[in-house]
């Protein structure tokens, strides 16, 4: 049985190519106009829009009914389905995919407890599994078990994006410019915890690296990204470079992607994620 692959667009795969996968984008309101994330609004345009407003954009879960449409239309062409969703954790999306796919026989919902880059890995590696001919449940238990082992870690540039949110204090946000702080964040149990507050880059790149070592490496076996906000890589590039000792003797090169609106609406632009597989144990 052919294998088809439904995720959402805060997994951040742009310009998908593969007949086999299909993104669901999540709906991005500025104003009163809302716009289909990666379909009526790339990367780009949602941070030249999210940089000239003053206020936040509304970002709302793939509906059930969407999902059911995607579902259905790969089920009636004698296909098996999985749904890999973003952190159940953090937004309804999940249950919008577990209510659609409810009483149909060969649909797997899976809940990546992760987002953004860090949800892309278990995307990809699903894609690997079936170009590889893995039957769809083995995808699936390998998909449970892996998604505890995978780790993103993020560094913002500011915190301004998070008090415009109601995240921190208009006080908190001032003196963090002032004193140059990054918060370090990190998905844990499908939640977003702050693991450190780096004062400059330069701290704030070994918190990440700590994360990386404590973590006990990264096992490039696995699919592995780098992720960036904004409209430019050049903090990410620096950040790749000066930890280059983590990746020397894995890879000889780092894939880099652009991070949406989904979580790019409260980092802002300017911040960089780190997104891996932790060997097992």
Excluded: C
């Amino acid at each position: 049985m052919n294998i088809h692959i439904i995720t959402d667009s805060a997994s951040d795969i742009v310009g998908n190519q593969r007949p086999d996968l299909t993104v669901l984008p999540m709906l991005i309101t500025f104003g009163e106009t809302a716009y289909r994330d990666g379909v009526d609004l790339t990367h780009s345009e949602f941070y030249e829009k999210l940089v000239e407003g003053s206020g936040l954009p509304v970002t709302s879960q793939i509906t059930p009914f969407a999902f059911e449409e995607a579902i259905d239309e790969h089920l009636e062409k004698g296909e098996a389905v999985i749904v890999i969703t973003m952190s159940g954790k953090l937004s309804g999306t999940n249950q919008s995919a577990l209510s659609a796919a409810e009483g149909k026989e060969n649909v797997w919902v899976v809940d990546s407890e992760n987002v953004t880059v860090g949800e892309r890995i278990l995307v990809e590696l699903a894609l690997r599994r079936k170009d590889a001919g893995a039957d769809v449940e083995k995808i699936v238990r390998e998909l449970e078990q892996v998604k505890k082992r995978v780790r993103l870690v993020a560094l913002l540039d500011t915190l301004e994006y998070l008090k415009k949110g109601g995240r921190v204090s208009a006080a908190v946000a001032f003196a963090g410019g002032l004193l140059q702080i990054k918060p370090v964040i990190a998905i844990r149990n499908g939640e977003v915890a702050v693991v450190g507050k780096a004062r400059g880059s330069k701290q704030a790149d070994n918190l990440i690296a700590e994360a990386v070592r404590s973590a006990g490496g990264v096992d490039f076996e696995m699919p592995y990204f780098l992720g960036y906000t904004g409209l430019s890589d050049a903090l990410l590039k620096k950040y790749a470079e000066d930890n280059a000792a983590l990746w020397r003797n894995g890879t000889e090169a780092l894939p880099i992607g652009t991070v949406g609106g989904t979580i790019g609406t409260h980092a802002g632009p300017g911040a960089v994620a780190v997104a891996w597989v932790a060997p097992e144990k």
